[in-house]
C-alpha cells in the first residue's frame, strides 16, 4: 500500500508524512459527531490520532468501521473530496477551534503528503 493524504480544510496545506523531506505536518482531525483528535506524526498510511480515516467514514455513515467500506464510500478513485452525500473527517492545523460542519471537506492530496 502507498501513501496518501489530505490538505487542510482551514489553509489548504498538504498535510506531509513523517517520511516526507518535510517531516510530519501536526493535524487536527474532525470528526461528524464532534468528536477530534490530533495527530502529530503522520505516518501517511490513514491512521490520524490512533484511528483510521476510512473507518470513520464508515462510522459516519452508519456502519460500524469498516475501512473497505469506507474506501468504497470515499469513491477514492474518482473523487477530490467526499461525494456528495458521505460525511467524511475533516482536517485543520492543530490550533484551529472549528468545528466539523465549519469548515469544508478537505481536498486528498495530489502528492501523497510525500512527493
Not at 476510512?54 to 455513515?61: F, I, Q, S
Not at 467526499?82 to 469544508?104: I, L, S
Request: charged residues 25%; aromatic residues 12%.
Amino acid at each position: 500500500m502507498g501513501f496518501f493524504s489530505f490538505k487542510t480544510s482551514d489553509t489548504d496545506e498538504t498535510i506531509w508524512n513523517r517520511h516526507s523531506r518535510h517531516g510530519a505536518t501536526p493535524v487536527k482531525m474532525l470528526l461528524p459527531d464532534g468528536h477530534e483528535v490530533i495527530e502529530e506524526n503522520y505516518e501517511g498510511y490513514g491512521d490520524f490520532g490512533g484511528l483510521d480515516f476510512y473507518a470513520e467514514v464508515d462510522r459516519a455513515n452508519g456502519g460500524d468501521g469498516d475501512r473497505m467500506r469506507g474506501i468504497h464510500l470515499m469513491d477514492v478513485n474518482h473523487n477530490d473530496t467526499a461525494p456528495a452525500g458521505v460525511k467524511a473527517p475533516r482536517f485543520v492545523c492543530v490550533d484551529n477551534p472549528a468545528k466539523w460542519d465549519e469548515v469544508p471537506d478537505s481536498p486528498c492530496c495530489p502528492t501523497q503528503g510525500y512527493f
